[in-house]
């Protein structure tokens, strides 16, 4: 099936938009393979490129212009787009990527109100929204996923789209069989992400000792202690939200908009704690993550502290 005559690719998620970029001119190949590609960029542009790129050319070809950085347009590309709105070339695709911000707003008003189709390309920013992104991918590759190796990897990896997108295609490859979350802590359990997690697991477990030793090891090799003390905060930050819901698992995932067997993982942890308990923990994990963002000159044995009472918290003591 081929796209629209215009295409508007909107957001700031670079790697999304890619990705839709690039399905657009496979639809386009698959319907005319002998498709003419021009790459335009809309802060250069020259006044009237755009109307004799789409020009029907001598031998019937049809046209694929693909304008980048919308964002820092002209006002030449901003005449001369609008004008083409209004008599739109029938055997042409426009594909327009506007990274965000409000240049161009006329432009991007006029796409919208043509009715023309727009992609929008937002960070991914919760746990839930990256966990289904890469549920996505395993599933349209054809291949499995277990739901604890998905959150390990969300957790290793998650930070930046396309490295979360490259780790999926390298298990893809890779795995003989369902993907488990020991496959994931052998390719990425050495990122200091997954470090920091481990240290966390450990000591919302209440093992002391092994998340004290774990995290020694992460600092001995350089590891800083800003993201250890955010995995600290993510882990008791989802205990404390379970912890006061109420429903089915299922039920305060949808409310929470996590994963339910996250949900139901909270729920056992919370068996451990008390509520004094917890709310000491979310103290001294607060006061650990100013002290390792400057305010202490010992950044070192503010993670240690926060790892020591946590621990001691979820054995009740």
């Given at each position: 099936m081929a796209p629209a005559a215009v295409v508007l690719i909107t957001g700031p998620e670079e790697y999304l938009g890619i990705r839709a970029m690039d399905?657009?001119?496979s639809q386009v190949r698959a319907a005319a393979p002998d498709v003419e590609i021009t790459r335009l960029t809309a802060g250069s542009y020259e006044a009237g490129a755009l109307a004799m790129n789409v020009s029907p050319s001598l031998f019937g070809e049809s046209k694929l212009i693909e304008v980048d950085g919308l964002e820092a347009m002209n006002d030449a590309f901003l005449a001369d787009a609008l004008t083409y709105l209004k008599h739109v070339e029938q055997d042409a695709v426009l594909v327009l990527r506007h990274g965000g911000g409000t240049r161009g707003k006329k432009l991007l008003d006029a796409v919208k109100a043509g009715g023309w189709p727009t992609v929008d390309c937002q960070p991914l920013k919760k746990d839930a929204e990256k966990t289904a992104f890469v549920t996505a991918e395993f599933k349209a590759a054809g291949r499995r996923i277990t739901p604890e190796a998905v959150q390990s990897l969300v957790n290793a990896v998650g930070a930046n789209l396309s490295e979360l997108a490259a780790a999926?295609?390298?298990?893809?490859?890779?795995?003989?069989?369902?993907?488990?979350?020991?496959?994931?802590?052998?390719?990425?359990?050495?990122?200091?992400?997954?470090?920091a997690f481990k240290v966390a697991d450990a000591a919302m477990a209440g093992n002391g000792p092994v998340a004290l030793s774990t995290l020694r090891h992460a600092l001995a090799t350089g590891a800083d202690p800003v993201p250890l003390v955010a995995a600290l905060a993510a882990k008791l930050r989802t205990v404390a939200k379970v912890a006061g819901a109420k429903g089915s698992a299922a039920q305060i995932a949808k409310q929470l908009g996590m994963q339910p067997w996250l949900v139901e993982q909270a729920q056992r942890d919370v068996r451990r704690?008390?509520?004094?308990?917890?709310?000491?923990s979310i103290q001294v994990t607060a006061e650990a993550d100013a002290q390792v963002k400057g305010l202490s000159r010992d950044p070192v044995y503010a993670v240690e502290h926060a790892v020591t009472v946590i621990a001691a918290a979820a054995r009740g003591r």
């Open positions: 399905r657009v001119r999926c295609s390298q298990l893809i490859a890779d795995a003989s069989t369902a993907v488990d979350a020991d496959m994931v802590d052998r390719y990425y359990g050495g990122r200091v992400e997954a470090t704690w008390t509520p004094e308990g917890l709310a000491r």
